[in-house]
Structures are given as C-alpha cells and as structure tokens.
C-alpha cells in the first residue's frame, strides 16, 4: 500500500507564508512526477506546481514568483513554500505522486488535501 501524507496548512494573514510537506510512504520502487493541486469552494482543482524526477518544475501563472516547489528524494518528499499569500490563494491544497510499484506498474496517487486559509 501507498500513502501521501500532507502537513504544514493553516491559517495566515495576506503577505505571509507557509510551507506545505507531502511524505510518500508504503512499497515502491521510485517517485517519477509530483505535483500540487488546489480547490477552492465551488471551482475546479486545477494544478498549482509539479516536479519532475530530475527537478524540472512547472508552475501555474497565478503564483509563479510567489511559490516554489521542491523535493527531497531521499525522504521521498515534495515540498511546496508559499510566499506572498494572497485571499485568492485559499483552497484545499491536494499532492499527488506517480509512483512505480511492483508488478502493477506507474499509479498516480493522491494526498487526503490540507487547507489554507489566507485572511487577516
């Protein structure tokens, strides 16, 4: 079995930052792509950041220079630092992983969603 745990939401006021963790666990051979994705009330996800196995990124155009996105291989982790908070920002914030697994090949899974709230 495959978990993506997600940590580091909250609340913060316009301006602030946060960093958000995504930890993978569970039996696997490698991490290919990784992403970040957002919900707001009554909007569709749509991708905020993703990262490749060799670390290219791509970033949605509503936070590029605002948030960047990373990972830490050897903790199988993705990390998204979030500066620059603004209202619009607030979402459920959802990870997720395409992750190659033994015999059942390249599955692409999903974090449970941690929310961020940006308000003053």
């Known amino acids: 079995q495959v978990q993506l745990v997600e940590s580091g939401g909250g609340l913060v006021q316009p301006g602030g930052s946060l960093r958000l963790s995504c930890a993978a666990s569970?039996?696997?051979?490698?991490?290919?792509?990784m992403g970040w994705y957002r919900q707001a009330p009554g909007k569709q996800r749509e991708l905020v950041a993703a990262?490749?196995?060799?670390?290219?990124?791509n970033y949605a155009d509503s936070v590029k220079g605002r948030f960047t996105i990373s990972r830490d291989n050897a903790v199988n982790t993705v990390y998204l630092q979030m500066n620059s908070l603004k209202p619009e920002d607030t979402a459920v914030y959802y990870c997720?992983?395409?992750?190659?697994?033994?015999?059942?090949?390249?599955?692409?899974?999903w974090g449970q969603g941690t929310q961020v709230t940006v308000s003053s």
């Open positions: 997720n992983a395409e992750i190659l697994r033994p015999i059942i090949g390249s599955i692409v899974y």
């Open positions: 990262i490749t196995s060799s670390s290219s990124t």
């Open positions: 569970g039996s696997f051979f490698n991490i290919e792509d």
